[in-house]
């Protein structure tokens, strides 16, 4: 009696989520708690959801998600990229939608580190000439 599972992780700025997608009926769990108790917002909620209702897998997998680092849109979004993950490792002919849809790409935009000599990662101290 062996469950398939198909795992896979997702990354977006500095979050990383692993994701577990298991047959079941739709049931979505992020840190052992439910997705409405942990994302508040409607559209959050929505961003996680994105690429099962595009494949309109939602009610075909439980998806179990540990993720970590970052903020709750970057969380979002690392859990999307892992999910869209899992799926392409259930079925790789979704790669098409999938791909169309833009949930394959990892998204790269990080917040950029603070240099020595200036105040932030671009501005500069003010200049004087005297």
Partial sequence: MTEVIYQAVGRRKTSVARVRLMPGSGKITINDEPMDDYFGSETLKMI??????????????????????????????????GITRALLE?????????????????????KERKKYGQKGARKRFQFSKR
């Fill in 90 to 110: 259930q079925s790789p002919d979704t790669r098409l939608t999938l791909k169309k849809a833009g949930y394959v790409t990892r998204d790269p935009r990080m």
């Fill in 48 to 81: 996680v959801k994105q690429p099962l209702e595009a494949t309109k897998t939602s009610d075909k997998f439980d998806i179990r998600a540990n993720v970590y680092g970052g903020g709750i849109s970057g969380q979002a979004g690392a859990i999307r990229h």
